[in-house]
Each structure stands twice: as C-alpha cells, then as structure tokens.
T-cell receptor
Framework: EAGVAQSPRYKIIEKRQSVAFWCNPI?????LYWYQQILGQGPKLLIQ????????DSQLPKDRFSAERLKGVDSTLKIQPAKLEDSAVYLC???????????FGQGTRLTVV | AQSVTQPDIHITVSEGASLELRCNYS??????LFWYVQSPGQGLQLLLK??????LVQGIKGFEAEFKRSQSSFNLRKPSVHWSDAAEYFC??????????FGGGTRVLVKP
C-alpha cells in the first residue's frame, strides 16, 4: 500500500514570495490533514478536510494561507506572501474509514529567507 | 482545551539501557493516545496507540506504553535501547476522526 505522498521535499523562498505544497493521501482515505511543525515543536493542525469539505481550519492564518481539496483526493496548501516565521516542516496526513490512525507523509521543509 | 505535556526536552541514554519517556495530557474525555517517532528529515511513524482495554500497550520496535487514567499519563518505555532509537518522540491525543494534539517532543540521544 502506497503511503502519503508529498512534494516538494524541500523549498527555499524569499519572504513575500508565494509557495505551494502538494499532498496525495492514501487511496480511499477521506480525511486529510495539514500540520505545521516549527523546529523544536510538535506538529500543529492547520486544516482538516473530510472528502472535499473543510472540517477545521480554525488555526489556519487565512490572510496568507489557503488550502483546497477540490476532488476529495489530493490537496494543495499555499502560502502567499510568505513570512520568515513560516519556516517549518509542513506535514500532510490522512486517515481511513476507521479513523483510528493518521498516516503521515515525509513532509515539506520550507525555509523562508 | 486539550494539551499534551512532554516534560523532558532531551534524554541521553546509553545503548542497552532502559528508556522511559513521559507524557501527560489534559482532555475533556478519555482520548485516543498515540506515540510517534520522527527520525531526522522524516515524517512521523506510529509506534503504538491506545483506545481502550488493557492499559499496557505493545508497539513496534520493542516499545510499550502504559495508560494511567488517574494520572492522565501515557508513558513510553523500552527495556533496552539500540543506537537506531535515537530520534524525536511525540506523544499525541485525539478522538476518532479528529485532529491530533501533539506534545512538544522529546529528543533521545543514544550513547555508545
């Protein structure tokens, strides 16, 4: 069974530029999560999708972050414009029908300079 | 509000020695409890999980964890540490189908 796929693995951008991350969850998983992990901290949820609907985006900085999951499968997370404090690892996770476990991708490490 | 506390930021242990990582949580109900491990540059790998039943849970790589409701704790243990266990360990809590709330992590260093 293929795992959660994320790309790119690494990205370096200048502040005020825009960036997008892509995630393809495990096939058949309806729930998709984006987490932000700042260096030295645990991951924090940015947004949770159930199919193509948003379940929780209360911690998403909506003035600069956006996310979509148009067909209820893969998802993109965008930052525009980026700030220095957005430097972090962005982790995508998905969970299946039993919803008892989330499977994580390898993450995208973003550095904003 | 939910919160997870991992009191130890770093732990150094000799190879072959035992390891215990502490986790305390605050939650409205008894949540599902998880331990994840993260190696450098990698995503999170699930070590074990507790939903209900036997409070001593066995996981992968020789790890186990014990749920203590009275102490709101879910401590992770391994009897004999291998050099490959050097990584960061995260305790997390959540409900079925809901987001996970993570602790700040404990970095484990293994001395030869």
């Amino acid at each position: 069974e293929a795992g959660v796929a994320q790309s790119p693995r690494y990205k370096i951008i200048e502040k005020r530029q825009s960036v997008a991350f892509w995630c393809n969850p495990i096939s058949g998983h309806a729930t998709l999560y984006w987490y932000q992990q700042i260096l030295g901290q645990g991951p924090k949820l940015l947004i949770q999708f159930q199919n193509n609907g948003v379940v929780d985006d209360s911690q998403l900085p909506k003035d600069r972050f956006s996310a979509e999951r148009l067909k209820g499968v893969d998802s993109t997370l965008k930052i525009q414009p980026a700030k220095l404090e957005d430097s972090a690892v962005y982790l995508c996770a998905s969970s299946g029908p039993s919803n008892t476990e989330a499977f994580f991708g390898q993450g995208t490490r973003l550095t904003v300079v | 509000a939910q919160s997870v506390t991992q009191p130890d930021i770093h732990i150094t242990v000799s190879e072959g020695a035992s390891l215990e990582l502490r986790c305390n949580y605050s939650y409205g109900a008894t949540p599902y409890l998880f331990w994840y491990v993260q190696s450098p540059g990698q995503g999170l790998q699930l070590l074990l999980k507790y939903f209900s039943g036997d409070t001593l849970v066995q996981g992968i790589k020789g790890f186990e964890a014990e749920f203590k409701r009275s102490q709101s704790s879910f401590n992770l243990r391994k009897p004999s540490v291998h050099w490959s266990d050097a990584a960061e360990y995260f305790c997390a809590v959540g409900l079925a189908g809901d987001k996970l709330t993570f602790g700040g992590g404990t970095r484990v260093l293994v001395k030869p």
